[in-house]
């Protein structure tokens, strides 16, 4: 049983700043891949940033610079830290994890997704 819980989304102005958490729980034997995508509406999900285990980044779509993903692997927490925020960032935002249960089997998992909204 694993399930991921995000938090952090919010009403912010064009130029502010948020962090997203999502934190893993569950029979977890190991963590592999956690990111970060997002989705408005009627629009194509897409990858904002992942990370891996050994802490190597990836952003998407020349998002790096403005967001930054890291990870604390003692609390099963990936995090994504939002500056300089535009209006064309408002989405959900959804986490994202590869995980390993104690019974060896692995899955991909999703959360429910945060709201983040930028306007003025």
């Known amino acids: 049983q694993v399930q991921l819980a995000e938090s952090g989304g919010g009403l912010v102005q064009p130029g502010g700043s948020l962090r997203l958490s999502c934190v893993a729980s569950?029979?977890?034997?190991?963590?592999?891949?956690m990111g970060w995508y997002r989705q408005a509406p009627g629009k194509e999900r897409e990858l904002v940033a992942r990370?891996?285990?050994?802490?190597?980044?990836y952003y998407g779509d020349s998002r790096k610079g403005r967001f930054t993903i890291s990870r604390d692997n003692a609390k099963n927490t990936v995090y994504l830290q939002m500056s300089g925020l535009k209006p064309e960032d408002t989405a959900v935002y959804l986490c994202?994890?590869?995980?390993?249960?104690?019974?060896?089997?692995?899955?991909?998992?999703w959360g429910q997704g945060t709201q983040v909204t930028v306007s003025s």
């Open positions: 994202n994890a590869d995980i390993q249960s104690w019974d060896k089997s692995r899955s991909n998992y």
């Open positions: 569950g029979s977890i034997l190991s963590i592999n891949v």
């Open positions: 990370i891996t285990s050994g802490g190597t980044t």
